[in-house]
């Protein structure tokens, strides 16, 4: 009998039903007992940020200093300049729907002081991390670009081995305990009474990041189509088989083949193609920050936490160099990006679950923005590369 396989977004479906259903009847003493589990692994989750962000930051910077020289150079800053476009289009997009449609101040708030209103744990065990976010990242850019400089091997194949560590902690740990953990939070707030205006205000963003993710890529290729003396809805049209592909397979690198053949159908030479997309599937996340983004200042929105320009202009910014390091799992780019939240944000251990919820609610159509993306870059480089013969 063929093994049914159920994805990480039915299981976090799963686990947030789960949780609002037992939350109904489930005793106090019973459900403090999830709640222990949820402290726990959200020390562990604290202890591994900035193990995380070391393994998979400093060999990513140090691996972009080998490559085609200029060319290489070009693609990665037209794929960062496209990621932080992708950032502050967000934001202000944001900024202008998200008070007349999500409660500035509402139930959330509880989750900022959970000793007032959510069920505390039975104990608690300290995991103090080995350094604080900040250092970690610090740390990765400093080594990493000294990778990239040098032409020693060693300690850059130990950062890589360090990285596969990491990966197999995120895939085999971290992501499987997720939706228990979830599913502690959910249940924990609907003891509590604070679940239904969550729920509402998930339905909210998702429709909304859909709207903003479909108006990027138009923008994306208008501009591409600019640059390329080409038809920008037709180059649009034409890669819409890799954004269903990606919808499915949930992985930039496993839609790189679909990718690569559509983007020359687009008209982009094979050689540029060859090395703009596989590229591009590992820097150019305009998607992943998309989301990333508007859930951050949603939760912020309804949690009455300030939303300040420069606060989330420079998340952005960080954001954006992150993203680089995402390992390609469903659900990695956010495990990335809850260093940044953290010591950026202030968020604490409930809403960075609440974060990798609602990010992984749309994780594939994250994943289709940024391949889709990935043709626009190759239409851009192909033009760029075709001037400089």
Do not use: W
């Not at 060319?71 to 007349?100: K, Q, W």
């Not at 508007?294 to 936490?305: E, L, P, Q, T």
């Amino acid at each position: 009998m063929k093994k049914i396989k159920i994805t990480l977004l039915a299981k976090v479906v799963i686990a947030i039903a789960a949780g609002v259903l037992f939350g109904q009847f489930l005793p106090a003493g019973i459900a403090r007992i999830f709640v222990t589990f949820n402290s726990l692994f959200g020390n562990f989750l604290s202890f591994t940020i900035p193990l995380i962000i070391v393994g998979l930051v400093t060999p990513a910077i140090g691996d972009l200093g080998k490559g085609a020289g200029k060319l290489l150079a070009i693609t990665a800053l037209i794929a960062y300049l496209s990621t932080i476009m992708s950032g502050f289009f967000t934001y202000f997009s944001s900024a202008a729907v998200f008070p007349s449609i999500i409660p500035v101040s509402s139930s959330l708030s509880a989750v900022e002081n959970p000793e007032n209103f959510l069920l505390l744990p039975y104990f608690k065990v300290a995991m103090t991390p080995l350094m604080d976010v900040m250092t970690a990242l610090l740390l990765s850019f400093t080594i990493g670009l000294g990778l990239s400089a040098i032409n020693g091997t060693t300690l850059k194949n130990g950062f890589r081995d360090f990285r596969e560590i990491i990966t197999k902690l995120i895939e085999v740990v971290i992501i499987p305990l997720l939706p228990l953990h979830i599913f502690g939070i959910f249940l924990n707030m609907t003891v509590s009474g604070q679940v239904f205006s969550i729920i509402t205000m998930f339905v909210k963003i998702i429709a909304f990041i859909f709207v903003l993710h479909v108006v990027l890529l138009i923008v994306q290729f208008c501009i591409a189509g600019a640059i390329g003396k080409k038809n920008p809805f037709k180059l649009l049209k034409t890669m819409l088989p890799a954004y269903a592909t990606a919808l499915g397979t949930q992985s930039s690198a496993a839609t790189i083949p679909v990718t690569l053949a559509q983007t020359i159908k687009n008209g982009v030479r094979e050689n540029i193609a060859v090395f703009t997309v596989p590229l591009c599937a590992t820097i150019h996340m305009a998607g992943s920050t998309m989301k990333i983004t508007a859930c951050a200042m949603a939760i912020m929105y309804m949690s009455g936490m300030p939303v300040q320009f420069m606060e989330i202009g420079a998340f952005i910014l960080m954001l954006a160099i992150t993203m680089v390091a995402a390992p390609g799992v469903p659900g990695g780019a956010i495990m990335a990006a809850l260093g940044l939240l953290q010591s950026m944000l202030g968020f604490n251990e409930t809403l960075q679950a609440l974060m990798i919820a609602l990010y992984i609610a749309m994780d594939s159509f994250g994943t289709a923005c940024n391949v889709t993306g990935d043709g626009a870059i190759a239409v851009i480089m192909d033009k760029i590369a075709g001037e400089k013969r």
